[in-house]
């Protein structure tokens, strides 16, 4: 049942991708040890291995590890004490390091769906994070995207200085080993060392967010060479980024686009990019704005709390134009309805009406077990802008609260961010329950 996974494993050493400073043979007797690692300590067909605490390149090389050895790969950006490993039933913090979860049973927690090849969190942008399950097929189209669209091959070194534990770093690193590509996943340090790497060639593409990218473009020159693509994903372009881009580095931005549960679905240099070879545009028509749906080449599995899912249907719920020539254009996310109390409520007026206040620069809302009374659930409206004035904000939400739906305000400078940019529930939440 877990060909897949090893066939996946087997196109990784097969296409000769390097981690970091290692050659072909170095990395894949890397993978190789790591395999017989988990071996020993008893992960085999059908297992999940939760992968925590690893740095970046010992992290890829234990998700290809499992692969090879028929398990699915759980990787996250938390320490080990930050994750439940309920559904895993090996837990590595080290590649040498490999335990179960608890004694084994007659019947473990696995096996695994036969499709899934990966388990990461979703950004928790829009709700709180989930698993989302990747399928072996899944990441194969999503190499094909990227080879593509950033016409990787084997003279390339890409530099992916972004959480390989998140969908957009993992997707980008699989597709470059895939590739026979040397992979360079050192973590973000300071904008002048990871421009320097695209100024004296010794990286050629690079995979980055665009907040991050805007500060590589205010760096001064260290060398002559210019890079071959730069990919900015997890995030919208703003204006102006890609004449930053092209005056600092010789080239445009190339936008990636996709969703944690699908990975890497659109790729190109305007917009969000044109799908991928194996996505299709279900809506909106060309001409028209509505939802983005579309439709993969193989099922979207979803979220490992939710039946598997065999679906080839993804619905974004980020709202986009659609022009003449089919180019997509991000308009706003989808107003989402918000649980709370056993209801769906409807955010949307609160939003608008809290966004219209002088000073707003965002709007969030996050939902809270009451404080010693945890059957009840309160609803937070955080509001961020550093010029914010508190009564015109509360003017605001109390004009659009009614019995059911009535959030209490918080005002901050600035809503917390993740490394991909992306807000940051979990330190969003950590403040609100700080503030009592």
């Known amino acids: 049942m877990s060909e897949a996974r090893r066939q996946?494993?087997?196109?990784?050493?097969?296409?000769?991708?390097?981690?970091?400073?290692?050659?072909?043979?170095?990395?894949?007797?890397?993978?190789?040890?790591?395999?017989?690692?988990?071996?020993?300590?008893?992960?085999?067909?059908?297992?999940?291995?939760?992968?925590?605490?690893?740095?970046?390149?010992?992290?890829?090389?234990?998700?290809?590890?499992?692969w090879s050895i028929g398990a699915a790969a759980w990787v996250t950006p938390r320490a080990p004490e930050g994750?439940?490993?309920?559904?895993?039933?090996?837990?590595?913090?080290?590649?040498?390091?490999?335990?179960?979860?608890?004694?084994?049973?007659?019947?473990p927690t696995g096996p695994v769906p036969e499709a899934l090849a990966l388990v990461h969190e979703t950004s928790g942008s829009t709700g709180e994070p989930k698993l989302a399950r990747r399928s072996v097929d899944s990441l194969l189209a999503e190499h094909v995207g990227y080879r593509e669209g950033l016409r990787l091959d084997a003279t390339d070194t890409v530099r992916v200085p972004v959480p390989v534990a998140h969908s957009?770093?993992?997707?980008?690193?699989?597709?470059?080993?895939?590739?026979?590509?040397?992979?360079?996943?050192?973590?973000?340090?300071?904008?002048?060392?990871?421009?320097a790497d695209l100024d004296r060639g010794s990286a050629t593409k690079l995979a980055v967010t665009p907040a991050l990218l805007g500060l590589l473009t205010r760096t001064g020159r260290r060398g002559d060479n210019r890079p071959r693509?730069?990919?900015?994903?997890?995030?919208?372009?703003?204006?102006?980024?890609?004449?930053?881009?092209?005056?600092?580095?010789?080239?445009?931005?190339?936008?990636?686009?996709?969703?944690?549960?699908?990975?890497?679905?659109?790729?190109?240099?305007?917009?969000?990019?044109?799908?991928?070879?194996?996505?299709?545009?279900?809506?909106?028509?060309?001409?028209?704005?509505?939802?983005l749906v579309v439709r993969t080449g193989t099922p979207v599995l979803g979220h490992a709390d939710e039946p598997v899912r065999?679906?080839?249907?993804?619905?974004?719920?980020?709202?986009?134009?659609?022009?003449?020539?089919?180019?997509?254009?991000?308009?706003?996310?989808?107003?989402?309805?918000?649980r709370a109390n056993g209801k769906f409520l409807d955010t949307g007026p609160v939003r608008a009406a809290l966004g219209a206040v002088e000073g707003v620069d965002e709007v969030a809302f996050v939902v809270l077990p009451r404080a010693g009374r945890t059957e009840f659930e309160d609803v937070f409206a955080v509001v961020a802008g550093s010029r914010v004035d508190r009564k015109s904000a509360e003017r605001a939400l109390h004009s659009t609260t009614t019995d059911d739906f009535a959030p209490r305000l918080r005002i901050v400078d600035e809503l917390p961010r993740t490394g991909l940019g992306k807000l940051d529930r979990t330190a969003l939440t950590e403040g609100i329950t700080g503030d009592g």
Request: glycine letters at 16%; a neutral charge; one cysteine or more.
């Open 8 to 66: 996946l494993a087997g196109a990784v050493l097969a296409a000769g991708g390097r981690l970091d400073g290692s050659g072909p043979e170095a990395t894949a007797a890397r993978i190789d040890r790591c395999a017989r690692w988990y071996r020993r300590a008893g992960v085999g067909d059908g297992d999940l291995v939760l992968l925590t605490g690893l740095s970046p390149d010992g992290l890829l090389a234990a998700v290809v590890a499992c």
């Open 83 to 107: 994750v439940r490993t309920c559904a895993a039933t090996f837990v590595a913090t080290a590649e040498g390091t490999v335990q179960p979860t608890a004694p084994r049973r007659d019947e």
């Open 168 to 195: 957009f770093g993992s997707g980008v690193a699989i597709g470059a080993l895939l590739s026979g590509c040397r992979l360079d996943i050192r973590p973000f340090s300071t904008p002048a060392s990871v421009a």
């Open 229 to 291: 693509a730069i990919l900015a994903g997890a995030g919208l372009v703003p204006d102006g980024l890609d004449a930053a881009c092209v005056a600092r580095f010789g080239v445009p931005v190339t936008r990636g686009y996709g969703s944690s549960e699908t990975g890497g679905i659109l790729i190109g240099p305007q917009g969000l990019g044109r799908p991928i070879p194996s996505v299709e545009i279900v809506q909106p028509e060309v001409g028209a704005c509505g939802e």
């Open 310 to 338: 065999t679906s080839l249907r993804w619905d974004t719920g980020d709202i986009v134009e659609r022009d003449a020539s089919g180019q997509v254009r991000f308009v706003e996310r989808k107003p989402g309805a918000l």
